[in-house]
DNA sequence: GATCGTAGAATTGCATACAATATGACTTCA
DNA sequence: TGAAGTCATATTGTATGCAATTCTACGATC
C-alpha cells in the first residue's frame, strides 16, 4: 500500500528538510547562498531547533555546507565534484543493472520500457524538460528494482547531487540528447534480450557520457566554479 | 601541516558523534540497543540538542537508526546489510586503486609496501588483531591516494558499516587470514608493476572474498540475524 | 592611506523549558 | 482469564532563552 491518504506524521525536521532539498536541488536556492537560521525560521514558520536538525541530514547528503561559527550555505557545485559523483554513479548503476536484470519481474520489466516509450514520446515532441525528468525516473526506477537497500540510498544521494548540476545548467542540446536517446534505445535492446553484461555495459558507458555531457555543459555556460 | 597542536574546535555534536561512532563501531553498544536520550546526556555530560544533532549524523552513516517518537537506537546489523555493503564496496575499491595507481607519488607507493610488510609482520607473529587492523588501514591508505573525495566519503561510510561486522564476529579463521594475505601478496606485486587492469581485478576480488569470510564468520557465530 | 584595535550588533551553539506522544501498569467489564 | 480502556509516567519533539563566537563599522595610530 502507498498511505497516501496517511496523515503527515514526519518530524518537522525531515519535513524541513524535504522541502530545503527541493529548493536547492531546483536551484531556488543558489550555491553559496547563505542559510541564515532566524530568517529561514520565520520563512518556514518554525524555531530554529528543528532547522539546524535538517541541515545535518542536508550536509550527510552533501547539499548543504555547516561552517562551525559560521552558519550554513548552500553547498557549491564544482566541476570537480560533478565529475567525481558520475565517478561512482557508473560503477553503480552498472551494479545496479545487473541485479535488477536478475530480479526484476515481467512487470517491472514492462514498466521499464513503458517509461523508455514515455521519454521517446517527449524527444519526438521536441520537450526536453520531459525528456529530462524521464531521464532521472528511468534511471531511479532501475535501480529501484535492483531491491538493494544500500545502492538504492546511495545512488539515490549521488543521484540528487548530479541533478542539482543539471538543474543549474541549461538542458542538454539536440546532439547530446541523441546521444542519450540512443544509448537507452541500445540498453532497452539489451534488457529485452536479457543480456546482462551488454547492459551494464552500455547502462556504464552511457553514465559516463552524461557525466561528460553534465560538465561540458556546466563549463560552457559558465555557472559552476572549476 | 597536520594541525596537532590546534586546540579542538569541533562544535559539540560532532564530537558527540565522534565518540558515539567509535562506542558502536567496537560493539560497545550493542546493535538495537536504546539510546535513551536523557541517559547518554548525562553520561556524555551535555544537553540533549547536541545529542539529537549528533544522532542525525550518525543515522546518515547508518549506523543509529532513528524511530520517529520512539528513540534511537544502534543500527541493527543483518547479515543482508553485511553483504549489501560489500556489493558497493568491491567495485568502489576497484575504482579507487584505479584512480590511486594513476595518482600516487613514489613516496605513497612505498607507503602501502610499508603498510603491507607491517600486515606481513603481525602474521608471522600470529597477531590477528594486529592483522585485522593492518588490513583495515591498508584499504583505507589505498583509498585516500586515490584522492577523490566523493570516493572518500563514500568509501568510509560503507567501510565503518562493514567493520562493525567484523568488530562484532570473531576474528577470522587460520584458512581464511591466509586467503587474505594471499590477496594482497598479489595485489602488491601488481602495484609494484603499475599493472592497473591486475590490481583493480585482484582487489575487486579479494574485497568480495572478504564480504564472504565476514558473513561465514558472523553465520558460524550467530551473532547477526539474517 | 593602511593597519590594527575595539565596541556593539548579528549570528550561531548550547541548555533548558514546555508540548506532544508513547509506554506500561492498573482497572474495568465481558 | 483476557481484552480493552484509562491514567500516570517516561520519552521524544519543539520552542525559547542565554552564552559564545563572528562580523561590521568606526576610530586610533603609525
Known sequence: MNKTNA?????????????????IMQGALRPAERLNEVALCEDLDISRTPLREAFKLLEAEGLVTIRPHKGAIVAEISIQEISEVFDLLAPLE????????TRMSAQEKSRIIAL?????????????????????EFH???IAFARHDVLQSTHQSLSN??????????????????ATMAAHRK???????????QAARILEDHVVLT????????????????
Chains 1, 2 share one sequence.
Open 116 to 136: 523508455h516509450d514515455r521519454m521517446i514520446a517527449f524527444y519526438e515532441a521536441g520537450d526536453r524538460e520531459g525528456c529530462f525528468l524521464s531521464d532521472y
Open 211 to 226: 557525466g561528460q555531457f553534465v560538465i561540458d555543459t556546466l563549463r560552457e555556460s559558465g555557472v559552476a566554479r572549476d
Open 7 to 23: 496523515i503527515n506524521r514526519n518530524p518537522l525536521h525531515v519535513q524541513v528538510a524535504n522541502t530545503m532539498r527541493d529548493r
Open 94 to 101: 552498472a551494479l545496479g543493472i545487473r541485479l535488477a536484470m
Open 187 to 197: 540498453l532497452i535492446v539489451a534488457i529485452k534480450n536479457d543480456d546482462v553484461d
Open 161 to 178: 547531487r548530479s541533478q542539482r548540476g543539471r538543474y543549474l545548467a541549461p538542458r542538454f542540446d539536440q546532439q547530446k540528447l541523441d
Open 140 to 142: 531511479n526506477t532501475l
